[in-house]
Each structure stands twice: as C-alpha cells, then as structure tokens.
C-alpha cells in the first residue's frame, strides 16, 4: 500500500511539474511578445488585430494544455480530440497570424535582427519549413500517435505526454506558417506548391478520422471513438477552410493588378 501510495504520489508530481513547466513556458511567450511591443513602439503602429490573435493562440494553447478540458482528456477520447484541435490546429493558426517574427525583427536590436535572417535562410530551416516536410511532419506524427501505443501512453507517462503535445503544437505551428504564414519567409513556396500541399493534408486528416471512428485507439470506447472522430472530422474542417480561404486571399493579393499611378505622378523605376 505505501509502495502504491509513493507511485501515485510521484505520478501525480510528474503532472503537476509538467503543467507548472507549460504555464511558465506561455508566460515567458506572452511577455516577450509584451515586450517587442515596447521596444518596437517608436517604428509604425503596430496592428492590434496581431496582437489580438496572437493573445487568442496563446487561450487555446493554455486551454488545451491546463485545466479542466486538459484534465478531461486524459479521460475522454472527446475531450482529447478538443483539446487537440485547439493546440495542433486553431492555436497554431492563431499565433502565425499573430506575426511573432515580424514583430521580433521590429523590436531587435540591427545586428540580433540580422542574426535572426540569417537563421531564417539557413538550410535546415529551408528543409524544415517547407510544406510537404511540414504536413508529414504534422500529420505522420497523427497517425503514429493514434495507430501505436502511444496515446494510452500520454494517460500514464507525463515526460510521454509533455513530448507528444510539444510534437503537436510545433509541428502545427511549422506547417499553418509554411501555408499561411504573414511573417517574412525567404523560403515561402509557391501558391502552387501550398495548395497541392494542404489539400493533401486535408485528406489524410479526414482519412484518420474515418479510421478512428472505425478502429479505435487502444483503451477508447466505440462510442467515445464515434464522437471524437466527428469531432476531429467538423472541428478540423472549420481550420481547414480558414487555410484554404487565407491561401487563396495570399494567392489573390500577389497576382492582382498593381493600381495605376494617378495622371503626372513621377514613374520610378
């Protein structure tokens, strides 16, 4: 009994720790973000809309990751899924459109700025940030997750859990940047490129969800299954049409026709 009691003592320590480290982390995100502000306030208005998704981003995650919802998903497959649509999917598409880079070379100082370009055009970041790698990154790490056992090991191991909602969360956050992301990106692929890219990833995430209406993860109940699948089904194609609407708007704006100078403007060339 005492050998049981210290097991679920340290087991319940391992979750506390694991939430105190994700509350701590979105803080320190939240006051850096707080402090570009300041720090870039004498350049041009920054728009407030950024800051407000950005803030919106940081909700779901905190959502998904700390209180009642985290706690339930642990639980309910239903729950789970929720929870992973706010941190692979809604958050990550809320904090790119939040413009944390654009705001960062803003508010550094020139030669950190250009440290930060030179990191942003390296080649691992290239590889990393182009969409095709991007969405098999998101969405092969899906797959694992729910054909494997690893889910019911998020039940059971915090470091499991802490790593696999890390996986998902960057992972969302690499791709929805590399689609739609406003931040400057020497590497952006093009229109073409973006959207045979996400109408991929579109139908691999509607396939998963078929498939685990049908089959289950391990230690998930039909009828929890049925739900959680529906759920990731309707709830995932809501973002998705965000992302094809946004890359469409992105497509639109690059091809439009420039507006012509007014009669006796000076042409510059």
Do not use: I, N
């Amino acid at each position: 009994m005492d050998h049981d009691h210290g097991g679920a003592v340290h087991a319940t320590t391992g979750w506390v720790a694991v939430e105190v480290v994700v509350v701590v982390g979105l803080l320190v995100v939240a006051v850096a973000y707080a402090a570009g502000l300041r720090a870039s306030r004498h350049r041009s208005p920054w728009p407030v809309h950024r800051t407000a998704l950005f803030a919106g981003g940081l909700g779901c995650v905190a959502a998904a990751l700390v209180g009642p919802l985290a706690d339930a998903a642990r639980t309910s497959f239903p729950a789970h899924m929720a929870g992973h649509l706010l941190l692979g999917m809604l958050g990550p598409l809320l904090l790119v459109q939040g413009a944390p880079v654009t705001l960062a070379l803003r508010a550094l100082p020139v030669r950190r700025a250009r440290g930060l370009s030179r990191v942003l055009r390296s080649r691992p970041v290239r590889v990393l940030t182009h969409p095709a790698v991007a969405a098999l990154l998101a969405g092969g790490g899906l797959w694992a997750l729910y054909g494997t056992d690893l889910y019911p090991a998020t039940h059971v191991s915090p470091l499991v859990h802490a790593a696999v909602h890390a996986h998902v969360l960057l992972a969302g956050y690499v791709l929805t940047a590399s689609l739609v992301g406003v931040d400057p990106d020497p590497h952006r692929a093009s229109v073409a490129v973006r959207s045979v890219v996400l109408v991929g990833y579109v139908a691999a995430h509607s396939v998963l969800a078929k498939h685990l209406y049908a089959h289950p993860p391990a230690g998930v109940g039909a009828r929890d299954a049925e739900v959680g699948a529906q759920l990731m089904s309707y709830g995932g194609d809501v973002v998705d049409v965000a992302l094809v609407v946004l890359v469409a708007a992105g497509w639109y704006a690059a091809t439009r026709p420039r507006e012509a100078a007014p009669r006796g403007a000076p042409v510059t060339r």
